[in-house]
T-cell receptor, first 111, second 115 residues
Framework: KQEVTQIPAALSVPEGENLVLNCSFT??????LQWFRQDPGKGLTSLLL?????REQTSGRLNASLDKSSGRSTLYIAASQPGDSATYLC??????????FGAGTRLFVKA | KAGVTQTPRYLIKTRGQQVTLSCSPI?????VSWYQQTPGQGLQFLFE???????NKGNFPGRFSGRQFSNSRSEMNVSTLELGDSALYLC??????????????FGPGTRLLVL
């Protein structure tokens, strides 16, 4: 059974700091991994999708990496801003065509 | 291009009642997935529909059901509501179900409160 774990559960950093969010999954047989952002009481916004054959994806200040063999992904946020404050979720698409989400990391960037 | 829309946005029901939530996917998207999000359990997959057929189902009781119409709009129904059904229900659409490239676009959700 696929399980997705995100560490840390919460993180508070000063503005301008670079940071890394971690996601691990138990079954390496995935189709893709996606990072989402969720603002309080709202839906999810897709940030980056990494296909199973890819190693990383970049969008602006965000970089996501994928290591299927070790069951790990990281989301790197450069030069963090207060507007980055949100909950970040990673999700894997499994061979059963189900999307399994981690519990998320709540990020607070202090001005 | 309009995003995923969900109606209603907020809903208050009492135990034992039933509820129907609606989701309109992005134009051209044929796959719709439903998720339940609670503080305790996080985001859990309910089911996915593609071309009016349920493609996959999560581990939820039979009280949770759904359907998809020919225009790809989807509804989910919860019968005999329980207090534990209080949650944010999210709908996501994508071009195709599952597989190699599946960017899901989420709606704002319907917040259901069961009293």
């Amino acid at each position: 059974k696929q399980e997705v774990t995100q560490i840390p559960a919460a993180l508070s950093v000063p503005e301008g700091e670079n940071l890394v969010l971690n996601c691990s999954f138990t079954d390496s047989a995935i189709y893709n991994l996606q990072w989402f952002r969720q603002d309080p009481g709202k839906g999810l916004t897709s940030l980056l999708l990494i296909q199973s054959s890819q190693r990383e994806q970049t969008s602006g200040r965000l970089n996501a990496s994928l290591d299927k063999s070790s069951g790990r992904s990281t989301l790197y946020i450069a030069a963090s801003q207060p507007g980055d404050s949100a909950t970040y979720l990673c999700a894997v698409d499994t061979g059963g065509f189900k999307t399994i989400f981690g519990a998320g990391t709540r990020l607070f960037v202090k001005a | 291009k309009a995003g995923v829309t969900q109606t209603p946005r907020y809903l208050i029901k009492t135990r034992g009642q039933q509820v129907t939530l609606s989701c309109s996917p992005i134009s051209g998207h044929r796959s719709v997935s439903w998720y339940q999000q609670t503080p305790g359990q996080g985001l859990q997959f309910l089911f996915e529909y593609f071309s009016e057929t349920q493609r996959n189902k999560g581990n939820f009781p039979g009280r949770f059901s759904g359907r998809q119409f020919s225009n790809s709009r989807s509804e989910m129904n919860v019968s005999t509501l329980e207090l534990g059904d209080s949650a944010l229900y999210l709908c996501a659409s994508s071009l195709e179900p599952g597989g190699l490239v599946k960017t899901q676009y989420f709606g704002p959700g319907t917040r259901l409160l069961v009293l």
